[in-house]
């Protein structure tokens, strides 16, 4: 247990569903992180909330919409995806403050998209 | 451009043949290089956190370095239980702050 729970564990969708992942730290953290992790390619950073400030990778497509409503809580809202964006999808947690910069992740929500 | 790269892309090993991944990087201003473990289906988990060349840090079999441009993960005398994916991550400064992950080393070690 690492302190950072993801749900559900797998996702099979179609294009045409709208679906959320779930995440929840219990580790009295201040930033949550989604990265997507494909095959043979390095995690990619999605979204970032931290301090209640959020930040964003331009390059992921609007049918990714995030929610931090509280600094326990984070959701990846998912609405007409395509089959490319299968992928394990992990969130992590870390506190915020120099030395204090190690990520701490959930075990992910393996999506598959039909 | 700010890149990080790991090598070997897989690596097999036998059970207590010593050896050692590589994680390079070109990026200016390194503000941490951090080492994690994946095993299949589950999330990466932390490692190690290497700030200045010439440092280093120990756990049981595993022991990681780094230079100027580069970091080692050595495995002395690897178990079964080692393997899994090794990867790399270099965070640098500047107004981004930004993280920038390998691709991983799949490490397999056979009994």
């Known amino acids: 247990e690492t302190g950072v729970t993801q749900t559900p564990r797998h996702l099979v969708m179609g294009m045409t569903n709208k679906k959320s992942l779930k995440c929840e730290q219990h580790?009295?953290?201040?930033?949550m992180y989604w990265y997507k992790q494909s095959a043979k390619k390095p995690l990619e950073l999605m979204f970032v909330?931290?301090?209640?400030?959020?930040?964003e990778n331009n390059s992921v497509p609007s049918r990714f919409s995030p929610e931090c409503p509280n600094s326990s809580h984070l959701f990846l809202h998912l609405h007409t995806l395509q089959p490319e964006d299968s992928a394990l999808y992990l969130c992590?947690?870390?506190?915020?403050?120099?030395?204090?910069?190690?990520?701490?992740f959930g075990s992910g929500t393996q999506l598959s998209v039909l | 451009e700010d890149q990080v790269t790991q090598s070997p892309e897989a690596l097999r090993l036998q059970e207590g043949e010593s050896s050692s991944l590589n994680c390079s990087y070109t990026?200016?201003?390194?503000?941490?290089l951090f080492w994690y473990r994946q095993d299949p289906g589950k999330g990466p988990e932390f490692l190690f956190t290497?700030?200045?060349a010439g440092e280093e840090k120990e756990k049981e079999r595993l022991k990681a370095t780094l230079t100027k441009k580069e970091s080692f993960l050595h495995i002395t005398a690897p178990k079964p239980e080692d393997s899994a994916t090794y990867l790399c991550?270099?965070?640098?400064?500047?107004?981004?702050?930004?993280?920038?992950f390998g691709t991983g080393t799949l490490l397999a070690v056979q009994p």
């Open positions: 909330y931290s301090l209640e400030e959020r930040v």
């Open positions: 990026v200016s201003g390194l503000r941490g």
């Open positions: 991550a270099v965070r640098f400064g500047g107004a981004t702050n930004k993280l920038i």
């Open positions: 992590a947690s870390r506190e915020t403050g120099t030395g204090r910069e190690k990520l701490f």
């Open positions: 580790l009295g953290h201040n930033a």
């Open positions: 290497l700030y200045s």
